[in-house]
């Protein structure tokens, strides 16, 4: 069985949903989600295990969180080139932070990330229907894609 991995940040909780969500949306494809804090990876071997990433982080300072950068360089080292990938984030205005996330994953990572771009919610839509069924629309189609 194919196993995701989604790992986020979050201060208040918003993304954090995100990230419960979106895995829903993965195993409807039958994948296994795996659901973790960046904090809880220590090391680059802690992503060995997966076919599929998902990374989420909210937009603080108009910028992804010291902590997602921290984990990107860990990320790195972990050798993602080729690996199905997606991107998500919570927001108020700006939100940056799902572009840049899904921009490290292309471009420097080498990955082969889902044809949606990031997925980025208002913070306020997060917690509705609407942000459920976008969240479960896009780890299903992150799936689809680790399915092949
Ligand atoms: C101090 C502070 C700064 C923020 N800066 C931004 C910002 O620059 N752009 C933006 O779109 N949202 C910004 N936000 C809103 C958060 O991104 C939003 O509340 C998000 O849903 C938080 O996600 P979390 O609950 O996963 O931590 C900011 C929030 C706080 C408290």
Redesign the pocket.
């Known amino acids: 069985m194919k196993k995701m991995l989604i790992a ?9 949903k ?1 990230a419960d969500y979106i895995a829903e949306g993965v195993r409807f494809t039958g994948a296994t989600a795996v659901i973790k804090k960046v904090s809880e990876l220590k090391d680059a071997d802690a992503l060995a295990d997966y076919d599929g990433f998902i990374f989420g982080c ?6 992804m969180t010291a902590s997602m950068k921290t984990f990107l360089f860990l990320a790195e080292k972990a050798n993602l080139a080729g690996k199905v990938g997606g991107a998500f ?9 799902g572009p840049m996330i899904a921009d490290t994953m292309q471009h420097v990572f080498k990955m082969d990330m889902v044809n949606l771009g990031a997925l980025s919610l ?2 306020d839509i ?1 917690n509705t229907d609407e942000g459920l069924k976008a969240c479960q629309a896009y780890g299903k189609n992150v799936g689809e894609k680790l399915a092949g």
């Open positions: 986020y940040v979050s201060r208040t909780g918003n993304t954090a995100m909210p937009t603080y300072h108009k910028d984030a919570s927001h108020t205005h700006s939100g940056e932070s208002k913070q997060v």
